[in-house]
């Protein structure tokens, strides 16, 4: 008989023979015992005798008095520790060599002063009742907790807290850019990353802690432990958070992908439990930090502070008045001038989207754009937005404006299912405007998207006679990178160069290295936030071609820009001498493009 059985058994024959044979005539037991033939030995469960005696190998009624042998059933299935998720004591541990066990169910009932057993192998209903109840609490994809197991995981750590146990934590983690895997590489390779993303994070975590899948490419841990110092407690997750980011940001060997592996990041929230906190708040505050993290870049770490609440509400609100103004036409399309910075000549505009509320406040996209970010609305907006700007870009062709427009479209959209290959060639051919009119701005660097497909698309785009400007640029590695193996006509340089140029002279380097590694690569270049005067002359100076800022004009509407492409230049600012530039100690206040004008209240 299994150890662990034994004392339960002998309490329920000894509290059964003990009790008056009126009230109580059977009794039903249940307990592992050794399979296999005469290899082990079980104790008298009847007499409560320390001695040993062989297993019989027999099947159905037996009648048994006072310290007659138990019976044993035929073997079980090596695997049934597994499949019932119990912590069995193999074979060595129980005294013998086989390490099967069989469940069995005992019915028992008093003949002439001693027992029958009438035994049954409930070996099988166990396995499947085992299965079953594993399979309900957890993920069948890759075996982990799901949510209902941990969330009564958290609800048993935090009300079993014991004296000098530490605050539970919990960690929310999302896989950034798993979508674009999914999207582009297919969903078979996507299961696998997931599969693989698992394993990582059971290897990451320490013993006791609890790993989960809550659903599609989120992922949830339960720290517990010893009580620490408050701040020493908060370390130390805080470590255990980085090193997931770290593992479960590390490429992923997937066999038949090109390349051989699928890259994706990962964003971690951090929520320590206080008192009074419910499991379900508990995780929902750990999903906020998380969200933070997206928000802030993606690939970081955040810990929940109560202000994040008030910020998700808000950002619901505005989230679901951005989709119901899509719905209405309350956007806008707005074009900001692109100018040439030795004459003032305009060479192009950029199209920027507005959102004109029911009550005629005009919101930028400091915020609205945050508040689109979830898939649906986003694919919504850029859609309207390279339809819009096609459109009203062949109309000015038609009145005799042939100047390109800009429109920014983030690399996994450009490769998203629901952008096929030809739809802009389709939209292009619909409204009859030249493809060399059109120049796409690519967004965004998605460690999911799978670069060789982005390689081939862009490709294609050139080939019909698109321009591709890569966005963003600030010589990161990615950039460099991307910059040397993509087929790019332009770059735009970040805003954050252009910024503190003139003041920085570390900074001045930096832009002049990188304006020099486009220009013998052949790509024309282009400064975004372009704002002050002395900006213009030091981007000049260094060989930028080209701006787009206040420095020359704001985000017009049709109107305004119809009379400025007429005109068809801006004055350029006049140099400013470089003694009068260097010696100011304060830099004069920037004029800020339009583009980050705060959000008035709704």
Known sequence: MHPDDLGRVVHEVRRFLAAPPGEEAATRIECRIRSGRAKGAVKDPAAGDPALVPAQDTRGDAATGPGAPARA?????????????????????????????????????????????????????????????????????????NRALFTERVGQALSGRRTGEGRPAVLYVDLDGFKAVNDTAGHQTGDE???????????????????????????????????????????????????????????????????????????????FAEPGVSPG???????????????????????????????????????????????????????????????GRITGVEAQARWRSAQGILFTPA????????????????????????????????????????????AGRLLHRDLPPDTIETLLGRHALPPGALLLELTGGDPGIPHAELERRLAALRALGVGICLGGFSGGHGALAALHSLPVDAVKLDRSFVDGLVESTRLHK??????????????????????????????REMGCTQGVGMAFSGPLDEHRLRGSLTRGRFPVPRETPREQVTSTTLPPAPRRSNAETPVPPA
């Not at 049954?120 to 499947?128: I, Q």
């Not at 090109?258 to 890259?263: K, L, N, Q, Y």
């Open 510 to 539: 930096i832009t002049r290295g990188l304006l020099r590694i486009a220009a013998d690569l052949g790509v024309r270049t282009v400064a975004d936030g372009v704002d002050r005067p002395e900006q213009v002359q030091a981007l």
């Open 73 to 145: 059933d035929t073997a079980a299935d090596a695997d049934l520790d597994a499949a019932t998720g119990q912590d069995i004591t193999d074979g060595a541990a129980a005294g013998g060599d086989d390490p099967g066990w069989l469940y069995v169910e005992s019915s028992v009932k008093r003949y002439q002063g001693g027992l029958i057993f009438n035994s049954r192998d409930v070996t099988e209903r166990v396995r499947l009742q085992a299965q079953l109840q594993h399979s309900a609490s957890h993920d069948p994809l890759t075996d982990l907790p």
């Open 281 to 343: 708040e508990l995780m929902r505050q750990a999903d906020l930090a998380m969200y933070r993290a997206k928000q802030g870049g993606k690939g970081r770490v955040e810990v929940y502070v109560p202000q994040l609440r008030a910020d998700m509400v808000r950002r619901t609100e505005l989230a679901g008045r951005v989709w119901r103004a899509l719905d209405d036409g309350e956007f806008t399309l707005l074009h900001q001038p692109v100018v040439d910075l030795s004459g």
């Open 193 to 271: 990353l997931l599969v693989q993303a698992a394993r990582r994070l059971r290897e990451a975590l320490r013993a006791g802690d609890t790993p989960a899948r809550l659903g599609g490419d989120e992922f949830a841990a339960l720290i517990t432990g010893p009580e620490d110092d408050r701040g020493l407690r908060e370390q130390q997750v805080r470590e255990i958070a980085d090193r997931l980011r770290a593992v479960l940001s590390e490429p992923y060997p997937i066999a038949g992908h090109e390349g051989g592996e699928v890259r994706v990041g990962a964003s971690v929230g951090i929520a």
């Open 367 to 410: 915020e609205f754009l945050h508040a689109a970010e979830d898939t649906d609305r986003s694919l919504k907006l850029g859609r309207w937005l390279l339809e819009q700007a096609v459109a009203q870009a062949a109309l000015r062709y038609a009145a005799g404006h042939c100047v390109p427009v800009t429109v920014r479209l983030s």
